[in-house]
């Protein structure tokens, strides 16, 4: 990274406290691994490997249909929130891209922006469209639909709108686009169940021509919100229909807020990913709905039974590629703390995940010992993996405690002073 956004020398301090406890904690771990088996090097490669995208909407303060409480220094633009992302990716290491949001970031100079992501050792992931909400100056209303709207010139702008996200996507050295749309109805009988999936089909199908060859297309289902009543592309099934009947570069997003409560997700991963259509994921964690909570604070065990069935694939050698990014909502954290205890959550989980026997736990299924079989994914989900974490920080020059170095690094108060507090800034609420 040619541009250091925290001092190089705090965070050297912050480590030298901090190494030798690191230093005796992981040869501990090493040999405790070392007796079941696993070769801690080994998980710490694979670790080291794996990253997860930011969100650029991510870095602002949320807020909630009832109040926005703006936050220290909040981003006012895209290059702000790439600030912000470059100093979670130097002191966590776990978030080499970045996810935008348009028209949320829309810039005048792509190029511009591209050079400065690099400068900070970024790169950029999945484009997301916006067609839930109006933007200013345009010809038609997303009030009652967009892709699936029942007028033919509003689909036609939502339409390209997403080609124009593509476009923008290409310049930043994207690879996808994510589409997520509030279509649906909030009184039984306001739209025609039937007749608004074929519209999105069409739609869809016109966005899917505009893809470039090497680029993937990612439909993102959510049960409600803003449509309570029915939406169009509410669950797993309907996204599999639309990803079906588009082709093979269309594949399914799962955002983990996106389903009724108790839904058995990794059981829709496990579906996907059978069915070659699992695009990937947003992670984030939630008690009631599409709460938008940091990764893994709630339902940690949730999150490692996704990541179990992401490793059992792999192990396998199914052949899959899964984005995985974060989206989440703060609204009573620093955002920039949120999204790397997050990051290193899923690092974590993924982790955990990498420890379970695989090939006792097929001679469990197989012989049909529950017992056994859960006892393998618990001893996994309870090894306190944080030594693997911080000598894989360490090793890449981030720091073994981000928010710790985050905070004595004053970055917040810095850009505080230069950031005047804005009442609307910081992008998406929803
Ligand atoms: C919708 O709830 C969603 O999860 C989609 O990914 C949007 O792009 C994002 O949230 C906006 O905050
Ligand atoms: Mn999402
Ligand atoms: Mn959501």
């Known amino acids: 990274m040619s541009s250091q956004l925290i001092d190089r020398s705090v965070i050297d301090a912050h480590n030298a406290r901090l190494q030798r406890d690191l230093d005796s904690d992981y040869a501990h771990l090493g040999e405790q691994l070392a ?30 249909r009832f109040a926005r ?23 966590a290491r776990a978030t080499p891209t970045v996810s935008l949001h348009i028209p949320w970031d829309k810039c005048s100079d792509w190029a511009e922006l591209r050079q400065t992501a690099t400068a900070y050792g970024l ?29 033919a010139a509003t689909r036609a702008q939502a339409v ?86 588009l082709g093979p570069k269309a594949q399914c997003l799962v955002d983990l807020g996106h389903h009724a409560p108790n839904v058995n997700i990794e059981l829709i991963v496990a579906r996907l990913i059978a069915a070659g259509k699992l695009a990937g994921f947003h992670f984030n964690d939630s008690k009631y709905g599409d709460d938008d909570l940091d990764a893994g604070s709630v339902s940690p065990y949730r999150l490692f039974l996704v990541f179990n069935e992401l490793v059992a694939a792999a192990h396998e050698g199914v052949p899959f590629e899964p984005a995985y990014m974060l989206d989440q909502s703060h609204n009573v954290t620093d955002p920039i703390e949120s999204l790397m205890t997050s990051a290193v959550q899923v690092l974590r989980t993924y982790a955990q995940a990498l420890l379970v026997d695989r090939h006792a736990l097929d001679a469990a299924q197989d012989g049909n010992d529950a017992m056994t079989a859960t006892h393998l994914l618990k001893q996994g989900f309870q090894t306190d993996v944080t030594p693997i974490l911080q ?21 917040r108060q810095r850009v505080g002073a230069e950031r005047p507090a804005a009442a609307g800034g910081g992008g998406g609420i929803v």
């Not at 007796?35 to 995208?53: H, K, L, N």
């Not at 916006?130 to 639909?145: P, R």
């Open 35 to 64: 007796r079941r088996g696993v070769d801690i090097e080994t998980v710490r490669a694979q670790v080291a490997a794996f990253g997860v995208a930011i969100p650029s909407w991510g870095v602002g303060t949320g807020g909630t």
């Open 69 to 91: 409480f703006p936050g220290q220094g909040e981003p006012r633009h895209v290059f702000d929130k790439l600030q912000d992302c470059g100093v979670i990716q130097q002191l």
């Open 123 to 151: 790169a950029f992931d999945a484009m997301n469209s916006n067609t839930f909400s109006d933007q200013k100056g345009q010809a038609h209303s997303y009030k009652y639909g967009s892709l699936t709207h029942s007028d």
């Open 160 to 245: 390209a709108h997403n080609l124009e996200c593509i476009e923008i996507g290409q310049k930043l050295g994207s690879k996808a686009l994510t589409v997520w749309v509030g279509d649906g109805s909030n009184f039984p009988g306001q739209q025609h169940f039937r007749r608004a999936f074929d519209r999105y089909l069409d739609s869809s199908a016109q966005i899917y021509a505009g893809l470039p060859a090497d680029w993937r297309m990612f439909l993102e289902h959510k049960i409600a919100e803003p449509a309570f009543y029915s939406t169009v592309i509410q669950d797993w099934g309907s996204s599999y229909l639309a990803a079906s009947a």
């Open 391 to 411: 000598r894989v920080r360490l090793d890449a020059g981030g720091a073994i405690d981000p928010v710790g170095a985050y905070r004595a690094s004053g970055y």
